[in-house]
């Protein structure tokens, strides 16, 4: 997939292996990107978008894994 492409909730949730819900539920709490609206039932999201998302989850994710966080 190019930089420019772009991707449906349905192939959103199949590459972060979440159900669809999640993703609108996400977007809705401001925890996920919004897509770019083509109409009233339909959104695609950039794949770009979604990419830097997902390394930006990675990078957080390796943040709290390589500290030691006592939390007792």
Same mark, same amino acid.
């Given at each position: ?16 292996? *979440?159900?669809?819900g999640? /993703? ?7 925890? =996920?990107?919004?897509p $770019?609206?083509l ?9 770009? *978008?979604?990419?830097?998302w /997902? ?5 957080t994710?390796? =943040?709290?894994?390589n $500290? ?5």
């Amino acid at each position: 997939m190019t930089k420019t492409s772009y991707i449906s909730v349905e192939e959103v949730s199949k590459l972060l292996m *979440v159900d669809r819900g999640t /993703i609108k539920e996400w977007v809705k709490d401001g925890k =996920f990107p919004p897509p $770019n609206r083509l109409n009233e039932r339909s959104c695609i999201w950039s794949y770009a *978008v979604v990419e830097n998302w /997902i390394a930006q989850q990675q990078q957080t994710q390796d =943040f709290i894994n390589n $500290n030691d966080i006592d939390l007792i």
